[in-house]
């Protein structure tokens, strides 16, 4: 597929950057698969309004810059996309945007408004990362109906990857997104019955408190 590029005619390296990602729906691609790889039909679940050919277009685009790449099965048809090192190099690009979202662009969800848990995860991930100084490690398994989420810190880092844990969390989220969106919108520290957090009271106690940073920034005039 050829691509008619889009320049800015100038030299600047943030002008350079955006002839890259700038297009429309190209930075939300890469905001989902920095948690990991994804198929076709998952990337379409998360992007609530692109369309088949948009996305296929987007993803040969990045294909193309050296953003994206494909793995392909042997006997399978089936592909899976993933972030070049280049593409995880925009990591911190979409967390800066993510954070700044949550202090300047913030409103809450709209009726019909599409709305994955993933992207509401990786906000107040980012929250947490951004706003508060525990660095002690923790590892947080959330459990949905269709994904599974690890929100976990190193002792340097919080982040956030679409996996399950391969060893025993220090608490576990079961929920759906309905519930936790109710949860984290309105009194977090009054679990909605269909969340069932499983864990000893002090690491419940610290996930109440840093789920709290979050929406401590939303409700900032």
């Not at 399978?76 to 700044?100: C, F, I, K, M, Q």
């Amino acid at each position: 597929m050829t691509r008619n590029v889009r320049t800015y005619d100038h030299f600047c390296l943030v002008a350079r950057s955006l002839e890259r990602v700038g297009d429309r729906w190209s930075l939300l691609v890469v905001r989902d698969l920095l948690t990991g790889p994804k198929r076709f039909t998952d990337l379409m679940g998360r992007l609530g309004g692109i369309t088949p050919k948009t996305l296929s277009q987007r993803l040969h685009e990045l294909t193309d810059v050296g953003i994206v790449a494909v793995d392909r099965e042997p006997g399978r048809r089936e592909v899976r996309y993933r972030l070049t090192t280049a593409g995880s190099e925009l990591g911190p690009v979409v967390d800066a945007l993510n954070l700044w979202g949550l202090r300047h662009a913030w409103r809450p969800p709209q009726p019909g408004e599409p709305l994955h848990v993933e992207h509401l995860l990786a906000a107040i991930t980012q929250a947490i990362e951004h706003t508060t100084d525990d660095r002690e490690p923790a590892r947080w398994h959330f459990r949905f109906p269709d994904d599974d989420y690890l929100v976990e810190c190193d002792g340097r880092q919080w982040t956030l990857t679409a996996t399950s844990p391969r060893s025993r969390p220090d608490l576990t989220v079961t929920t759906t997104t309905d519930a936790f969106v109710q949860f984290v919108f309105s009194q977090p520290d009054r679990p909605e019955p269909k969340i069932d957090i499983d864990g000893d009271q002090p690491a419940v106690r610290r996930f109440v408190r840093l789920i709290s940073t979050f929406t401590d920034i939303i409700e900032q005039p």
